[in-house]
Nanobody, 129 residues
Framework: QVQLVESGGGLVQAGGSLRLSCAAS??????????MGWFRQPPGKEREFVAA????????YSPSSVKGRFTISRDNAKNLLYLQMDSLKPEDTAVYYC????????????????????WGQGIQVTVSS
């Protein structure tokens, strides 16, 4: 069973940056067999998609709300997933979750939360104005 643990959250001023990390453990081959994604849940709202990356890391996708500001990346050798968040806005305030799913394809990413079967516990990111 894969366990995912997020770190790197906290309080930052608008315009600032944070880098979230997600450490994977417990799987036979670690992060190498998993397509990964980041989601967030703002206060009082539904969970929403933030970014996705294929198992190999060759393909990534993020919605227009964060494109150009957030960058997803991974280091399979270290079993780590990252989300670099720049030019943060108060509306980026949310609990951020990393998610993973077993994938036979090295190039496919997934944007829908129901496609993922492993989830971290979430980490708070607060952006002050």
């Amino acid at each position: 069973q894969v366990q995912l643990v997020e770190s790197g959250g906290g309080l930052v001023q608008a315009g600032g940056s944070l880098r979230l990390s997600c450490a994977a453990s417990g799987g036979a081959l670690g992060l190498t067999t998993l397509a990964m994604g980041w989601f967030r849940q703002p206060p009082g709202k539904e969970r929403e998609f933030v970014a996705a990356i294929s198992r190999s890391g060759e393909n990534t996708y993020s919605p227009s709300s964060v494109k150009g500001r957030f960058t997803i990346s991974r280091d399979n050798a270290k079993n780590l997933l990252y989300l670099q968040m720049d030019s943060l806005k108060p509306e980026d305030t949310a609990v951020y979750y990393c998610a993973g799913r077993d994938s036979s394809s090295g190039s496919t990413y997934y944007t829908r939360s129901e496609k993922y079967n492993y989830w971290g516990q979430g980490i708070q990111v607060t952006v002050s104005s």
